[in-house]
């Protein structure tokens, strides 16, 4: 089941409702009849002399949760604190799940079902399961329907959803990247490095992920991670650069570091 409130360091999206000189109100799109408050000064990080320079009404914000307070009903978010990252994986985020209840919408009304009866017979649960019901409906496109009777949905809906995911979606890679850095004193360093890299690669757990690392200059190396989806890509991204890092450090003046490039 859906929450009721967003939690405290949680990354929202929502439609800014009211703009005030001292703040702006936004209206949370994945929690209904949620409100949060941007001070301004949770606004940017430079200098805000007007609001209404950096916040209009109707526009689409992300912001972070600051503080939540249930029994007030309050909800303090901030932009200033969203980097560029989080703010474009919170859009594409938000696209999928529209899409995705588009989808689920479709499904439902071949079985007789209103939107609402199919997110709590089969569009929660896939959530709760998957993390996502597009990522949910993507799966069952590669490994077929029967995975989804075999979480104990029905098969009518299996069926329903099997048959509107294929009709509609088209999988398609997205691809992440970083630098990775990589130094050690060893004598026999350029080796101790070659098996780090080797270790990294060996450490993607999906057949379907891509991972390629490439030297661009030492002591850098670049990640790629060519992906089905966005969060796939991201964990596996994660895992090969801290593989490589932490085999790095066992050795002498072994040291490594990962940044995550802006695509």
Do not use: C
Request: charged letters at 35%; aromatic letters at 8%.
């Amino acid at each position: 089941m859906r929450k009721d409130f967003p939690d405290e360091g949680e990354i929202v999206i929502g439609t800014v409702i009211d703009v005030k000189p001292f703040g702006a109100f936004v209206e949370l799109l994945e929690y209904p009849k949620k409100e949060g408050m941007v001070h301004i000064s949770e606004v940017s990080s430079g200098w805000v002399k007007n609001i209404r320079d950096f916040v209009k009404k109707g526009q689409r914000v992300v912001a972070k949760v600051m503080r939540v307070n249930k029994r007030k009903g309050q909800i303090d978010l901030s932009l200033k604190r969203v980097t560029d990252q989080q703010r474009k994986a919170k859009v594409q985020e938000w696209k999928r799940l529209q899409r995705a209840e588009k989808l689920l919408e479709f499904a439902g009304a071949k079985l007789g079902k209103s939107l609402e009866e199919s997110w709590e017979e089969v569009g929660h649960p896939l959530e709760e399961e998957f993390g996502e019901l597009y990522e949910a409906l993507e799966y069952i496109i590669i490994e077929g329907k029967d995975v989804l009777t075999e979480l104990g949905i029905s098969e009518e809906w299996a069926n329903a959803l099997y048959e509107v995911a294929k009709e509609n979606i088209e999988l398609t890679n997205v691809k992440v990247d970083g630098i990775l850095t990589l130094t050690t004193t060893e004598p026999n360093g350029i080796k101790v490095i070659k098996n780090a890299l080797r270790k990294a690669l060996k450490a993607n757990p999906y057949e379907d992920v891509k991972v390629d690392i490439r030297y661009i200059g030492a002591p850098k190396y670049r990640i790629e991670i060519l992906s089905p989806d966005y969060k796939s890509g991201e964990e596996v991204l994660k895992t090969v650069a801290n593989t490589a890092i932490d085999y790095i450090k066992k050795y002498k003046g072994g040291e490594g570091s990962f940044v995550r490039e802006s695509n």
